[in-house]
Structures are given as structure tokens and as C-alpha cells.
């Protein structure tokens, strides 16, 4: 039998993402997870199509009626944690209308509860563990899907009964995969959120690595912990394509941890200056704060790199250990401190409400954040999402508050939610939700940073952000 394969992004909204406030500043990214998964069953000449649903603004039932209309065998969803819910009536309708179709679901949540997401999704009768490309041409080549039990890095139904397979080794080299199907994407409706990109060009995302070697307790580590990139000459390539193709002058290059090697990083960004690449087209990446020296930040800033996000997480020392952040408050402010100085933007991101958090210590993460000073400072409230040393502690300490993942969401503070996973001791969630909208307002409600926004402004849409911006936080002093 000839399958054929739809993969899907669930319907989430960027109101049900951020909030109906933030919503307009939200990103909505190319689902690039997917992409790669869809241009390697296009490889092996399986016939594949993405239905990216938050892009094209489609709801369950728009799915839905897609899926019945291809009448496609193999109906791949990926799934995050908040999404659980969408992603499990999803499942139900397509079920209902179309019993036929195999649903294989995928992405993190799966990776690290593949069992348990069976059983709470009954609708659904295969989860993919880990990377899913060669898992899902395997699935595809089946003739009558009757020996899963040969496909590594699964888990399926049988007989009532849920069964796990071999584990699938990570994928050593990168570049056996071909480069994203973006030409099954809406190209034209992706943006990254305002803070990542210079101007309204567009600005999409490449991913050139995978694998992160640290141990923070609040990141699951789903691509394993050995760094493992693309060839700096398939990344060059990729890039040109992009050039080429929408005619891009800013890109952000994605990795778990690009900086963490450094004769990788030194590659790519020569073989960007000696290409001349660097000339065409600027960069936005995401970095530890002990993984770069001056050296290294002056050498992606004559690569193109413009902007850098740190995750900083809290100017509390005490909560920095507790969290296994490997990283000390003086290291944070001397990477600030170089990184300003070559010429390098910042994006900061700050944690609220971590584990023995008190009120006093969020005031001083607020108040790092104020003296750290990024262009851009981003505050979440804690989640402790499955999969994590974090979640695994306050699961066994009976702390976590609730399994419904839906409310898995880092910006509850601006959706206004009734429960959250987890609250520390002694602290509300009325609080938490106030004081990631006071950070806000603390941090960016203020004569220097307004008099530097203004500065920046070089057009409409640049000054149309910024007002939007500053209306929003005005108002959220007087909203729930």
C-alpha cells in the first residue's frame, strides 16, 4: 500500500499562546520540526503535505475537514505541552470522520511522556520518541502498519495494550537530512516576535545544530546532550538558498547551544565573512553567557550577528545554583557588559516564581534586570515542564498543582490564568501574575529606555511597535 502523509501544526492561537494583550508582539514561527520530517519523506518519494494551522488561521474543524478531503493514511501532529488539549479534541474529531487515517503524534511532550500521552489521547495510536524523521519514513514504508514492533523510537497500541520499542539512536550526522520543506509552507505568514528582528523585513529561521550539554533543571534536553551540528558548508548553502529564494537581509540562526563550540562558531562565521554573506544579511542568535569572550563576540559581530539572547533567569545567586545554571552573577554582567561593548544588541530572559523563589528575590531579578539594562527584557513565570530535573522534583514532592496541560503556558501572567503548575511556597498566583506585568513596567517604563527607543525609531512601523508597546504596559496597571 502507497501512503500518504500529512503533518500538522495544532491549532493554537497567538491569543491562546500569549494573551490577548501580547498576542500582537507574539511570534508565529515556521514549524521547521516538521519541515525537516516533511523534506525527508519527500527524499524517499513519499508523498507528504504540511497543514500549518496557527499560519493559515485554521481551526480544529478546518483541519479537520482538510484531512477527510486528502483522504491521507498517515496524519502526523506535533505537539507541545500547552497545546495537549487542542492537539487531543484534534485527534477526536479526526477520528470521528475519519477512522481510517493512522494519527502519529510528535514533538517534546510526546519525547518525554510517550506512554502517558497514549493513554490520555485514545484517539491517537502512535507516538514518536525523539528525533522523527527516520521514524516517520519507517512508519510511512510500512505496507499495513503490522510491525511497528520493528520501528525504533516508538510507542503504539496493540491489542489494548500499550507497547514501547527500541530506542532510537540520535541522528550523528546532520546533514543526511535535507534541508527543511519550506516550499510546503506559507512562507509569506511567518514573523518572529518584534524584539528579534531589525525593521519589518522578514526574517526566517534556520536550525544548524542540535544537542545542548548543560544541565539546567528547567530545560528537558529532547535533542540529548551531545552538540551536533551541520556542516558549515550545508549551512552556507541553506543560507544562500534563503537569499535566493525570498530575497531575506536578516536571518536568525537556531541552535540548543551555538556557541558552546568554539572551532564550529569560528567555521561558521569565517566561512560567513569569506562568502561575503556578512554583507547581505544580519543575524539574531541565542547564547549562554559562559560560552563567549570578547574574541568570539567580536568575530560574530563581523559575521553579521546583531543582536544575542542570554538567558540570565535571576539575579539571585542562591536561585542561579539551585536551578543548575552553572553560572555566576559577575559572569552575566562582564558577558552584558563585552557583548555592549563590540556592538552586539541584547535580549535578556528573566524567570519568575522558580522553586524557593520569595517575593524579595523576584524584586531583585527585576532590578538585575534593570542594571543588566538589554535592549530587550523578557520576564515568564515559571513552568515546570514535563521532562525536566525540575518537574521531577516538585512531582515527587507533591508541589505541582495541576496535570492540565493546557496551563503549561509561561505567560499566565497575561492570559489571566486560574491555575498555574506550580506556585513557591508562601507566594499567590494573584502575585505572580501582577509581578510579571510589573517587570515589564519596571523595566521598560523608564526616561532612559524610552529616550533609546526613540532613537532607534527609522520608520512607521518601528515607531507604530514601540507606541503599541508602551500603551499596552500602561494599561496593564489597571488590568486583572
Known amino acids: 500500500m502507497k501512503h500518504t502523509v500529512v503533518l500538522i501544526n495544532p491549532p493554537m492561537s497567538l491569543e491562546d499562546r500569549y494573551g490577548k494583550d501580547m498576542k500582537q508582539f507574539g511570534a508565529v514561527s515556521e514549524p521547521l520540526g516538521i519541515a525537516y520530517i516533511a523534506g525527508y519523506l519527500e527524499s524517499q518519494n513519499i508523498p507528504v503535505r504540511i497543514i500549518d494551522a496557527p499560519a493559515l488561521n485554521l481551526t480544529i474543524d478546518d483541519v479537520t475537514k482538510e484531512i477527510v478531503h486528502g483522504q491521507y493514511t498517515i496524519i502526523g501532529i506535533s505537539m507541545l505541552t500547552p497545546v495537549f488539549g487542542i492537539v487531543k479534541e484534534l485527534c477526536r474529531k479526526i477520528k470521528e470522520t475519519y477512522p481510517e487515517g493512522m494519527i502519529v503524534l510528535g514533538g517534546a511532550h510526546c519525547t518525554v511522556l510517550p506512554e502517558r500521552t497514549l493513554k490520555e489521547i485514545n484517539d491517537a495510536q502512535i507516538v514518536c520518541i525523539g528525533e522523527g524523521e527516520l521514524t516517520m519514513v519507517e512508519i510511512a514504508k510500512a505496507d499495513d502498519f503490522a510491525n511497528l514492533d520493528q520501528v525504533m523510537g516508538i510507542c ?14 540520535f541522528i550523528k550526522n546532520l546533514d543526511i537530512l535535507p534541508p527543511p520543506a519550506r516550499s510546503l509552507l506559507p512562507m509569506e505568514k511567518y514573523h518572529l516576535t518584534a524584539s528579534r528582528v531589525s525593521g519589518e523585513s522578514y526574517c526566517p529561521t534556520i536550525i544548524v545544530a542540535r544537542g545542548c550539554p548543560f544541565s539546567c533543571t528547567f530545560c528537558s534536553r529532547t535533542f540529548g546532550r551531545t552538540f551536533r551540528a551541520h556542516s558549515i558548508e550545508r549551512i552556507i548553502s541553506e543560507i544562500r538558498s534563503l537569499i ?30 569569506e562568502s561575503g554573506i556578512n554583507r547581505k544579511i544580519k543575524w539574531t542568535c541565542e547564547s549562554r553567557v559562559d560560552t563567549v569572550d570578547e574574541e568570539t563576540l567580536r568575530l560574530m559581530r563581523k559575521a553579521g550577528c546583531w543582536q544575542i539572547s542570554y538567558g540570565a533567569e535571576t539575579g539571585s545567586q542562591r536561585l542561579l545554583d539551585i536551578i543548575n545554571k552553572g553560572v555566576t552573577i559577575k559572569q552575566i554582567e562582564n558577558t552584558f557588559r563585552l557583548t555592549k561593548k563590540v556592538g552586539i544588541t541584547i535580549r535578556g530572559f528573566f524567570m519568575l516564581g522558580l522553586p524557593t523563589e520569595t517575593r524579595e528575590e523576584s524584586m531583585t531579578t527585576i532590578g538585575f534586570a534593570k542594571k543588566l539594562n538589554p535592549l530587550w527584557a523578557q520576564f515568564t513565570i515559571t513552568v515546570p515542564y514535563p521532562g525536566t530535573k525540575m518537574f521531577e522534583d516538585l512531582d515527587q514532592a507533591g508541589k505541582i498543582r495541576t496535570y492540565d496541560w493546557a496551563k503549561y503556558n509561561t505567560w499566565s501572567g497575561w492570559k489571566g490564568e486560574d491555575e498555574i503548575p506550580f506556585i513557591p511556597e508562601g507566594r499567590t498566583i494573584e502575585e505572580l501574575r501582577k509581578l510579571q506585568k510589573q517587570a515589564l513596567r519596571q523595566f521598560y517604563i523608564r526616561p532612559s529606555v524610552f529616550i533609546r527607543f526613540i532613537k532607534t525609531i527609522q520608520s512607521f512601523y518601528d515607531l507604530k511597535k514601540f507606541f503599541m508597546g508602551f500603551w499596552v504596559l500602561v494599561k496593564s496597571r489597571f488590568s486583572r
Do not use: H
Open 244 to 273: 535566493n529564494e525570498y530575497n531575506i537581509s536578516q536571518i536568525n540562526i537556531e541552535a540548543d547551544t551555538l556557541t558552546v563550540k568554539k572551532d564550529f562558531l569560528k567555521g561558521m562565521c569565517n566561512a560567513l565573512i
Open 156 to 169: 503504539y497500541r496493540s491489542n489494548n495494550k500499550v507497547i514501547r520499542t527500541e530506542t532510537r539512536p
